[in-house]
């Protein structure tokens, strides 16, 4: 059977078409970056005019490079939770669209999961039961895995996410957008104990749960200090950007490390598997990488292709197949966070 899966929730317009026995036949991605630099993040009424225009061109280049057509394909994947809802929405569309016009199942899959599997797909091999940690944008959360569909959610962020925040300081440090690779850069080149950041709950391992408010707030008082309204007329050295994008950058990650080795301890379990967009940080899997080994830790990191949002990871459709669950074509979205098992 071939899948195809979309992937709409944000600002990338992604399809791919995946075997039964999980071969990618193709995958095509369309950035909207250049849409959404100018305003230093996502603008989700752009986003989703975007995703109508390029929906179906996407779906047919992917078809194209797997060189099949409609007619072969045995079912389509759409994510409808979480997301922004306009986006969420295009992508439900059309692939209710096809599900109709060829008489298919339609599965119904959560995106933050589909992160998780990316980290299946990459290995090769099974990686539950684990601990996820999904770092993205829009997300920061930890998450129990006994299995494929069976997911819990241990904690997550309480204000904004680890991607969020590196956008935000981005743009505090006159860095362009995204601000995710635009800061790693920066960093590289500063002083990681610079300036004393704060690690909100780091110290509290029983609390699951993240805040990068207050870092992003310490992050302006230290470039401006405190009570003053905007950063217009402030110039830094580029040393001195270095410097706060490292003190910056290793306080987000002594947090996600703290919290993930929390929640590998709390369940007894001895696999981590880490997706979402800032996975893609060389830092940050420098530094789950030597943690891994100092605790004797399996971890799952997927290649970055697979970390910044596409339709590959939708394969996780493939066990909703095998459990049955399809999606009625009345499925409608859920843009927040569901914090129950799948």
């Known amino acids: 059977m071939l899948l195809l899966t979309l992937e709409s929730t944000c600002d990338e317009t992604a399809a791919a078409v995946i075997t039964d026995d999980l071969q990618v036949l193709s995958s095509v991605v369309a950035s909207q970056d250049e849409l959404h630099r100018q305003f230093g993040g996502v ?3 752009i986003a989703s005019r975007a995703h109508v225009e390029r929906i179906l061109p996407v779906i047919d280049q992917a078809l194209s490079k797997a060189n099949i057509s409609l007619s072969e394909l045995g079912a389509v994947a759409v994510p409808t939770t979480p997301g922004l809802a306009g986006s969420l929405l295009v992508g439900l569309t059309a692939a209710k669209g096809l599900c109709v016009a060829l008489d298919i199942p339609l599965i119904a899959i959560n995106h933050l999961h589909a992160h998780v599997y990316a980290c299946r797909l990459a290995s090769g091999q099974d990686v539950f039961p684990c601990v996820a940690m999904i770092v993205s944008g829009g997300h920061t959360s930890l998450y129990r895995c006994d299995g494929p569909l069976d997911f819990e959610l241990l904690g997550g962020t309480i204000d904004d996410a680890a991607g969020e ?4 300081v981005a743009s505090m440090l006159g860095l362009s957008y995204p601000g995710g690779p635009s800061v790693e850069r920066a960093a590289m080149s500063g002083d990681r104990r610079a300036h004393q950041f704060p690690r909100s709950f780091l110290k509290d391992p029983e609390r699951l749960e993240f805040s ?5 707030t310490a992050v302006r008082y230290k470039i401006a200090g405190p009570g003053r309204p905007d950063l217009s007329g402030i110039e830094l050295t580029d040393q001195q950007v270095a410097d706060l994008a490292a003190s910056f950058q290793e306080a987000v990650i002594d947090c996600l490390i703290g ?3 929390a929640a590998l301890k709390r369940t007894g379990m001895n696999t981590l598997c880490v997706g979402g967009g800032v996975a893609a940080n060389g830092r940050l899997r420098e530094r789950l990488e030597a943690s891994a080994a100092e605790h004797g830790l399996t ?14 990871m939708g394969a996780i459709a493939l066990e909703h197949i095998k459990a049955g669950r399809f999606a ?3 499925a409608d979205i859920q843009p927040g966070l569901v914090r129950h098992r799948a």
Not at 165 to 168: N, Q, R, V, Y
Not at 212 to 216: C, I, M, P, Q, Y
Not at 299 to 305: A, T
């Open 43 to 45: 603008v989700p009424e």
């Open 299 to 312: 971890l799952h990191i997927p290649p970055l292709s697979l970390c910044t949002d596409n339709a590959v």
């Open 259 to 261: 919290k993930s080795l």
């Open 165 to 168: 925040a590196f956008d935000k």
């Open 328 to 330: 009625s074509l009345d």
């Open 212 to 216: 990068f408010s207050g870092l992003k």
